[in-house]
């Protein structure tokens, strides 16, 4: 079984940064891509930031030249560097991750969610 395990959610004023972690453990073959959506109350899950096993990048609009993706495919461990965050960034991120596993199954996984809260 392959699990996501989130962390770094937590509450900060805006202008803040904070930076999330995902690390993906299990019966791993590769992790195409990586992902972080996020959901806000009241509104549907949104795609954030995705980044491919080359390290091919893109971003939701509302966050481009804030938020920053990478991943160390060593540690199949995907981040979210979140600057000048705003009120509206207030949401449960979640990682995601295209995953190959033993005798070649893929699959795709989510994480638990993480609380950002953005206020002051």
């Known amino acids: 079984q392959v699990q996501l395990a989130e962390s770094g959610g937590g509450l900060v004023q805006p202008g803040g940064s904070l930076r999330l972690s995902c690390a993906a453990s299990?019966?791993?073959?590769?992790?195409?891509?990586m992902a972080w959506y996020r959901q806000a109350p009241g509104k549907q899950r949104e795609l954030v930031a995705r980044i491919t096993h080359n390290h091919s990048t893109n971003y939701a609009d509302s966050v481009k030249g804030r938020f920053t993706i990478s991943r160390d495919n060593a540690k199949n461990t995907v981040y979210l560097q979140m600057n000048s965050l705003k009120p509206e960034d207030t949401a449960v991120y979640y990682c995601n991750a295209d995953i190959i596993q033993l005798r070649w199954v893929r699959s795709d996984y989510w994480g638990q969610g993480t609380q950002v809260t953005v206020s002051s």
């Open positions: 299990g019966e791993i073959v590769s992790i195409h891509d």
